[in-house]
């Protein structure tokens, strides 16, 4: 019943509003609805669909990607959603109004987003002491990035992560998520393996506690960078990849290109870029070594395209994108498919992760 509300009635609703106007109302509305959170119950667990991230246990393989909830003000709401772990963030050393609005586009017929946010967040003192005081028991990563500050650039971008991840390496997260490749700001994908080598070296220095620590990737990023960054997190001993991020392409959209124009740049999100996401999971997965792990991200909003990732290599997956589309049941919808997908070929998560690269395809998989 609440899905047929979310689709027929509400859906129609909200997409006639910006959406940045409408994820801050309904997440803001959200806030009144903790009382009867225990009462919600729109998660769904089940055995097989148990896996483990960065050595912690999770109920399903879902999680929400970063973008979503950048000031860590809903951890309550994203798990009454069934979300089993969350990225809080991109967060900045310095807080950010992010880019001008309006920075958040609905495609719908790709189904898909255009953002260009702009990393506004509150910073990353305030985010922390907020973690750090609250109570939380639900898995949560946290991913940092450069500052993005349009009135005075940042020089040193290795001191400005840094930073940050001072603030919260003392926290009880799951892991922390350095990012790589947002196409929002002006830097972009970080094109340098030096400059990527000396972070990684002066972060692991610092990371007293050995939180685990993940790259997150994108796309867009060429092969030979691909190869770079996976060494040197290799070299460096982090636990894994996020493959991948946003998009700059517009390649091959239903989209009026008119349209396309008029809204301007910014990263692609949704259905439109999850077969180039799912390309970099099956190149990283192949680069990485074992016991390295993989959070795959982009295009999910099924249980079929959680099963695809987790086949293709990743440990756990991150949506986002497809929360927006497909309404509050999301993942009980999703999880329902992938456990009926796994009794199908006779698997658990932790036993599908990776099998296509044993000689299957997809195509074994229909």
Known sequence: MLDLVYQKILKPIFFCFDPEFIHDFTMSSFLYLKPIYPLINLGFSHPDLQVKLAGKSLTSPIGLASGFDKNALYLDSIKALGFAFE???????????GNPKPRLFRL?????????MGLNNLGIESISQRLLMSKHNFPYGINIAKTNNLAQPIDNEIEDILASFNYVKDLQCLYIAINLSCPNTKSGIIQE?????????EIQQANSNNLPIFLK??????????????????????QGYIC????????????????????????LSGKPIKQANLNLVRSVY????ADQEII??????????VFQYLIAGANVVQAYTGL??????????????????????DLTVEKSIGILHDGFSFSDFP
């Open 244 to 267: 991948g991020n946003t998009s700059v392409s517009r390649i091959n959209l239903k989209t009026n290109s008119s349209l396309l124009t008029r809204y301007g740049n910014g990263g």
């Open 296 to 305: 795959g991200c982009g295009g999910i909003f099924t249980g079929s395209d």
């Open 286 to 289: 192949k680069l990485k070594l």
């Open 324 to 345: 927006i589309y497909q309404g509050p049941m999301f993942t009980q919808k999703a999880n329902h498919k992938l456990l009926k997908l796994l009794n199908k070929y």
């Open 87 to 97: 990225e809080i963030g991109s967060v900045t050393r310095y807080p950010s109004i």
């Open 193 to 201: 393996g030096k400059l990527i080598n000396d972070l990684l070296k």
């Open 108 to 116: 719908i017929e790709d189904e898909g987003l255009i953002n260009r």
């Open 217 to 238: 990737l994108s796309p867009d990023t060429s092969p030979d960078l691909v190869e770079t960054f996976v060494d040197l997190g290799i070299r460096y001993n982090v």
